[in-house]
């Protein structure tokens, strides 16, 4: 059974960093492609970054340029580092497999507990 664990969340301020960690109990994890998703109160889940095993790597419009995904193939860990967060950057952070794109996610597995990120001042 695949499993996700994400950690990292917290309470941060406007324009302050967080990094999200993901292990994922893949194997082989290095050809998986892993997408980190985001779901706030009231919305749907939504996909704000995907990492693929070539080393290719996309954003959603709203994260772009401020959040990087990369991945650790010998810890069977996806990591996102958020930078200059906002406000509208509130939520439960998820990591799954994504068979799809950001236009049309399409996740794979079940998904973990989540790590809550809450951007105030």
């Known amino acids: 059974q695949v499993q996700f664990v994400e950690s990292g969340g917290g309470l941060v301020q406007p324009g302050g960093s967080l990094r999200l960690s993901c292990v994922a109990s893949?194997?082989?994890?290095?050809?998986?492609?892993m997408g980190w998703y985001r779901q706030a109160p009231g919305k749907q889940r939504e996909l704000v970054a995907i990492?693929?095993?070539?080393?290719?790597?996309n954003y959603a419009d709203s994260v772009k340029g401020r959040f990087t995904i990369s991945r650790d193939n010998t810890k069977n860990t996806v990591y996102l580092q958020m930078n200059s967060l906002k406000p509208e950057d509130t939520a439960v952070y998820y990591c799954?497999?994504?068979?799809?794109?950001?236009?049309?996610?399409?996740?794979?597995?079940?998904w973990g507990q989540g790590t809550q990120v809450t951007v105030s001042s």
């Open positions: 799954n497999v994504d068979l799809g794109t950001l236009e049309r996610p399409r996740s794979r597995y079940s």
């Open positions: 990492s693929r095993s070539g080393g290719s790597t």
């Open positions: 893949i194997i082989p994890f290095r050809i998986t492609p």
